[in-house]
């Protein structure tokens, strides 16, 4: 019944390393997002994904690449891993409502990815 | 540059006080304005929301005063239980395509017993 999940729910890894964080959502939304948040507790949305098409894409380092399967899955992949990347990553999904406004995110609940 | 802004960073209250944080946007084009609340080790979660079109919106202890002339919008949580001790989120949000919202910085609300 999870309505948005991510995996794995912690991560930890050396630096220089590749790895991944799946979502999944089950709401039938067609937007999909990932936002960082560092230790101070801030949200930076990172990539925002409309019907699988790229629509935001923040001054990530290129070493983050998002890849959407479809509109229900928005993975994330990165590259040469670096101490600052150390966060809790989530996705999160939303949907317009009937009426052409913009309606509520719904959140994953987190990836916590350690970087040694 | 921060398009919603949020005051205050931390707030202490006494248990059944009112806990009132602030948010303020510049972006006209923003149609809703959702509160998150988070809890240490999870995502945040949809508290309350509201269009531009009302000025306010009530759900059980928790209100959002919206004043769309000053761009400004709050929230108070009535009658402040320990158990409201989270961190809480404004947003704003437009349609891109997709919906694009703008978080706030954060307000950690501690509710002391």
């Known amino acids: 019944d999870t309505a948005v999940s991510q995996t794995p729910k912690y991560l930890v890894t050396q630096m220089g390393n590749d790895k991944s964080i799946k979502c999944e959502q089950n709401?039938?939304?067609?937007?999909m997002y990932w936002y960082k948040q560092d230790s101070k507790k801030f949200l930076k949305i990172m990539f925002s994904?409309?019907?699988?098409?790229?629509?935001i894409n923040e001054t990530v380092p290129n070493r983050f690449s998002p890849k959407s399967p479809d509109k229900a899955h928005l993975n994330l992949h990165i590259n040469s891993l670096e101490l600052g990347d150390s966060a809790v990553y989530f996705c999160?999904?939303?949907?317009?409502?009937?009426?052409?406004?913009?309606?509520?995110?719904?959140f994953g609940p987190g990836t916590r990815l350690t970087v040694l | 540059q921060q398009q919603v802004k949020q005051s205050p960073q931390s707030l202490i209250v006494q248990k059944g006080g009112i806990s009132i944080i602030n948010c303020a946007y510049e972006?006209?084009?923003?149609?809703?304005f959702p509160w998150y609340q988070q809890f240490p080790g999870k995502g945040p979660a949809l508290l309350i929301a509201?269009?531009?079109?009302?000025s306010e919106k009530k759900e059980g202890r928790f209100t959002i005063s919206f004043n769309k002339s000053a761009k400004q919008f709050s929230l108070h949580i009535m009658d402040s239980q320990p158990g409201d001790s989270a961190t809480y989120f404004c947003?704003?949000?437009?349609?891109?395509?997709?919906?694009?919202?703008?978080f706030g910085t954060g307000t950690s609300l501690t509710v002391i017993p």
């Open positions: 994904y409309n019907n699988k098409e790229l629509i």
């Open positions: 947003a704003a949000s437009i349609r891109v395509p997709g919906n694009q919202f703008y």
């Open positions: 972006n006209t084009a923003f149609d809703y």
């Open positions: 509201i269009r531009p079109d009302v």
């Open positions: 999160a999904s939303s949907q317009e409502s009937l009426a052409g406004h913009t309606d509520t995110q719904y």
């Open positions: 709401l039938g939304h067609d937007t």
